[in-house]
Nanobody, 115 residues
């Protein structure tokens, strides 16, 4: 069983920064991909950033150059550094762990960017 716990969300002004953290417990050493998704009310959950098992990263076009995903293996934690935040980044952010067909989600953390 995999458990993911996010933290770091909050309220920030446009142009500000936040860092989200996701602490994983359970058998998470092997994975296909870990990452961050977000979901706004009434919209589908979308991929923000991910790290593949080979180390490659990918980002949604809307966050490229502003967000950075990273991982601390020793702490079994991954992060999403979000800079130059915009009001349209306001969403609930979820971390995710996936191995083949198995995918686990955190409970979500709210990020609100005021204009």
């Amino acid at each position: 069983q995999v458990k993911l716990v996010e933290s770091g969300g909050g309220l920030v002004q446009a142009g500000g920064s936040l860092r989200l953290s996701c602490v994983a417990s359970g058998s998470t050493f092997s994975f296909s991909a870990i990452g961050w998704y977000r979901q706004a009310p009434g919209k589908q959950r979308e991929l923000v950033a991910s790290i593949w098992s080979g180390g490659n990263t990918n980002y949604a076009d809307s966050v490229k150059g502003r967000f950075t995903i990273s991982r601390d293996n020793a702490k079994n934690t991954w992060y999403l550094q979000m800079n130059s935040l915009k009001p349209e980044d306001t969403c609930v952010y979820y971390c995710s762990w996936r191995l083949g067909p198995q995918q686990y989600w955190g409970q979500g953390t709210q990020v609100t960017v005021s204009s």
